[in-house]
């Protein structure tokens, strides 16, 4: 079997123009997934450990110009976060 022309170093000797083609794909491919990866461990939307959930969450305050949350007043069956 025989493989296409570019996919090895004898073939790009003979085609130096697709070089800088597989260059700029492997480094799109690269900085593709060092960006999932930085999303995956610094961001506070994706947690893997489900300790944490919970005071990622109290880390966002709500906003409404019609209701002040922090005097607000909950019913009692509600589960403790703390």
């Known amino acids: 079997m025989r493989l296409m022309a570019g996919l090895t170093a004898a073939s790009?000797?003979?085609h130096p123009s697709l070089?800088?083609?597989y260059f700029f794909v492997g480094s799109g491919c690269l900085a593709a997934g060092?960006?999932?990866l930085r999303l995956c461990v610094s961001t506070p939307d994706?947690?893997?450990h489900c300790k944490l959930i919970f005071s990622l969450f109290l880390l966002f305050q709500?906003?409404?110009p019609i209701r002040d949350y922090s005097?607000?007043?909950?019913p009692e069956e509600r589960p403790k976060i703390d």
């Open 12 to 14: 790009l000797k003979k």
């Open 19 to 21: 070089i800088p083609l």
């Open 34 to 36: 060092l960006y999932t």
């Open 46 to 48: 994706v947690s893997f």
């Open 62 to 64: 709500f906003y409404s």
């Open 71 to 74: 005097k607000e007043k909950f």
